[in-house]
C-alpha cells in the first residue's frame, strides 16, 4: 500500500512530537512521516522516541513556520513527494493583562499561530489543489471559538485561524482537499511553560491598576484549577488527530473535550454575546466548571 505523505509543524515537543512518534510507529507503516521543527538543536528527544523508525516512515526537517524562506526550502527539499495530510501545529501562547503586552510580544503571537499556518498552508496547497486531493489539519483550541480572560492575543490569532479556515473550507470543496481544525482544551503538554506568561509579582505589572492585578490572581488560580481538573492526557488528544487522519470525510471541527461545550453553545445560541460574558466572568471568577 502507497504509504501518505504527512508533514508535521512545531515538532520539538508537545503535540507536534506526539503526533510525529505516533505515525511513524504505525505498525501497518501507512504514513512517511516529515517531522519539522524550528531549531533542529532539539530534535534528540523525538530521535529517542522514534529510534526503531526507518528513514522511509521518518524524518526530521528544519522548518520555521515565520521565515518565507525556511517554509520553502522545505517545500523544495521534498517536491520529489507529495504531502497528502499538512498538519500545522506550531504555536505559542501570551498570558496578562493587556497593558503589560509589549508590540513585539503580541506581533509573534500573530507571526507564529495565524501568519505562520497560512504561509504553511499557502506553500503546500498548490500541490494538493493539483492532485485534487490533500487534508489540512490545524492544532486549534477552544480559545479559537471563546474569549478566555488574560488571553486576548492568544484567543485573538487563534479566532483569526478559525476564520482563516472556516473560509478556505469552502473552496477547497471544489478540489477535494479537507481542512480539520482541532479544538483542543488544555492539554498536558509543557504549552503553560514555554508561553509568555506574566506573574502577578512581575515587575510590568507594577504600573496595572490592583483591580487588574487581583482578577489576574484569580484567573492564574483558576487555570491552574482547570489544568488540574481537566487536562487531557497527549494520548487522548492524538487519537482525535487520528480520527481526523482516518475519516473518509473529515469534519471541519474535532473537539477534544466536551468540558467546554456549554459555553460554547451559550456563545453559538445567544447571538448578542452578553450572556456569554457573564458566564465565562462567572466561571473563571466565581465557579469552576460551566453550566449547563
Ligand atoms: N497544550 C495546550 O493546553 C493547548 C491547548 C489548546 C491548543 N493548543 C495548541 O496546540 C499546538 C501545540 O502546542 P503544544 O501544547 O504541543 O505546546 P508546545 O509543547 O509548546 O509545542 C509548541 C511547538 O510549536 C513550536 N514553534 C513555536 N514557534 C515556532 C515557529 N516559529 N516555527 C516552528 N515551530 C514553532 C515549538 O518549537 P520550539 O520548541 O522551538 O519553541 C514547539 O515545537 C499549539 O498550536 C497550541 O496553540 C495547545
Known amino acids: 500500500m502507497e504509504k501518505r505523505v504527512v508533514l508535521i509543524t512545531g515538532c520539538s515537543s508537545g503535540i507536534g512530537l506526539g503526533l510525529a512518534v505516533l505515525l511513524a510507529s504505525d505498525t501497518c507503516s501507512r504514513f512517511k512521516v516529515y517531522a519539522t521543527m524550528r531549531d533542529l538543536s532539539k530534535k534528540e528527544r523525538l530521535l529517542e522516541c522514534v529510534r526503531d523508525c526507518h528513514i522511509d516512515t521518518f524524518e526530521i526537517l528544519q522548518m520555521d513556520v515565520t521565515d518565507q524562506q525556511s517554509v520553502m526550502a522545505t517545500v523544495e527539499k521534498i517536491k520529489e513527494q507529495r504531502v497528502d495530510i499538512l498538519i500545522c501545529n506550531a504555536g505559542v501562547g501570551l498570558m496578562g493583562p493587556l497593558e503589560c503586552h509589549t508590540y513585539d510580544a503580541m506581533k509573534n503571537i500573530f507571526d507564529v499561530n495565524l501568519f505562520g499556518t497560512i504561509s504553511t498552508i499557502q506553500a503546500f496547497l498548490p500541490g494538493m489543489k493539483k492532485r485534487k486531493k490533500g487534508r489540512i489539519i490545524i492544532s486549534s483550541s477552544v480559545g479559537g471559538l471563546q474569549g478566555v480572560p488574560f488571553n486576548d492575543v492568544y484567543c485573538a490569532s487563534k479566532f483569526a485561524v478559525e476564520g482563516f479556515c472556516e473560509s478556505l473550507a469552502i473552496v477547497l470543496q471544489h478540489f477535494n482537499v479537507h481542512v480539520s481544525l482541532i479544538e483542543c482544551g488544555p492539554?498536558?503538554?509543557?504549552?503553560?511553560?514555554?508561553?509568555?506568561?506574566?506573574?502577578?509579582?512581575?515587575?510590568?505589572?507594577?504600573?496595572?491598576?490592583?483591580?487588574?492585578?487581583?482578577?489576574?490572581?484569580?484567573?492564574?488560580?483558576?487555570?491552574?484549577?482547570?489544568?488540574?481538573?481537566?487536562?487531557?492526557d497527549m494520548d487522548e488528544i492524538l487519537q482525535v488527530y487520528l480520527e481526523a487522519i482516518e475519516a473518509p470525510v473529515p469534519s471541519l471541527r474535532y473537539f477534544t473535550t466536551q468540558f467546554f461545550m456549554p459555553l460554547i453553545k451559550l456563545k453559538l445560541s445567544c447571538a448578542s454575546g452578553s450572556e456569554y460574558v457573564q458566564a465565562m466572568h462567572k466561571f473563571v471568577f466565581s465557579e469552576t466548571k460551566p453550566k449547563e
Do not use: E, G, W
Not at 502577578?200 to 496595572?208: F, K, R
Open 187 to 232: 492539554v498536558s503538554t509543557n504549552f503553560m511553560d514555554n508561553l509568555q506568561r506574566l506573574d502577578p509579582s512581575d515587575s510590568s505589572l507594577q504600573s496595572v491598576d490592583s483591580d487588574t492585578i487581583s482578577l489576574y490572581a484569580q484567573y492564574l488560580q483558576h487555570c491552574k484549577t482547570i489544568f488540574q481538573d481537566v487536562a487531557q
